[in-house]
């Protein structure tokens, strides 16, 4: 590097419109899944807390999970004021980029979300869309491990009138692919607990919220067939702005 001096400017933030309507879906498999309705407890006072308009649906099977999100788009687009926002949390049995429907059969992850996405769903173009994945994507198991101590061509144009049709999305998994996910009988699961618990009492944007939940899923231990486990979420993001829910 020469010798020129640089001086780093800070970003200009820039955040998402919250000032419209913020509607939630959760579907939620609880057959088989204990603890799951002390999760959809903790979900339902989250989503009033922060304003959303929230639908809860149990036990849908592959094809419902297909059949609510239409309907949660249907809904979108027809809503009386502008929508701002929308939540889907999905938790059920899964593996790597499937969940179990009630009747068994699977339904492909991606299939529910490109529903909302900015082709299909006008409503919400250009709208922070965010996906909650409480499910098990494989069957690895993480003991966790010790610390130590403590050629493209680029065209620029200024506001193009066009959007990708997959930004403003944010895509939340309780692990990391090909892990196991962990949920207590009685308590619920440590991810959503955590989710809830930081989204409402914590302020910053939902990235600082998110690095603050796997901190602090980081420094705890599920102990699962008498062994002590780690498990950490897993984010995927296409947001283009900060995204505050409060």
């Known amino acids: 590097m020469d010798s020129e001096t640089i001086n780093p400017q800070p970003l200009q933030e820039e955040r998402y419109d919250m000032s419209g ?16 309705e002390v999760d959809m407890d903790a ?8 304003k959303f308009e929230s639908t809860m649906k149990r036990d849908p ?19 009386k004021e502008p929508v701002s926002c929308a939540f889907v949390v999905l938790m059920a049995h899964g593996e790597e980029g499937f969940l179990k429907g009630e009747d068994g059969n699977m339904v492909r992850l991606e299939d529910l979300f490109e529903v909302l ?3 299909n769903c006008k409503a919400l173009r250009g709208k922070p869309k965010v996906y909650i994945i409480q499910a098990c994507r494989g069957e690895h198991r993480d003991p966790g491990e010790e610390l130590p101590g403590d ?22 998994y309780s692990t990391v692919e090909g892990f196991l996910s962990y949920r207590h ?11 809830t618990d930081v989204f409402i009492h914590k302020k910053g ?13 980081a420094n705890t231990e599920v102990m ?13 993001s296409t947001l283009r702005k900060k995204l505050y829910l409060q």
């Open 185 to 195: 009988d009685q308590k619920g699961s440590g991810f959503i607990q955590t989710l």
């Open 151 to 172: 050629e493209l061509a680029v065209i620029k144009k200024k506001n193009p009138p066009t959007i990708p049709t997959y930004t403003d999305m944010i895509h939340i």
């Open 205 to 217: 944007s939902i990235t600082e919220l998110l690095e603050e939940i796997t901190r602090l899923m």
């Open 21 to 36: 309507a913020r509607l939630a879906l959760t579907l939620c498999v609880t057959k088989a899944r204990e603890g799951s």
């Open 117 to 119: 996405n900015n082709k």
């Open 61 to 79: 099977t592959a094809q419902q999970f297909l059949d609510d999100m239409d309907e949660f788009q249907q809904t979108i687009e027809n809503w």
């Open 224 to 236: 699962q067939e008498g062994k002590p486990r780690k498990v950490n979420p897993e984010i995927q």
């Open 43 to 50: 979900l339902e006072r989250m989503f009033q807390y922060l």
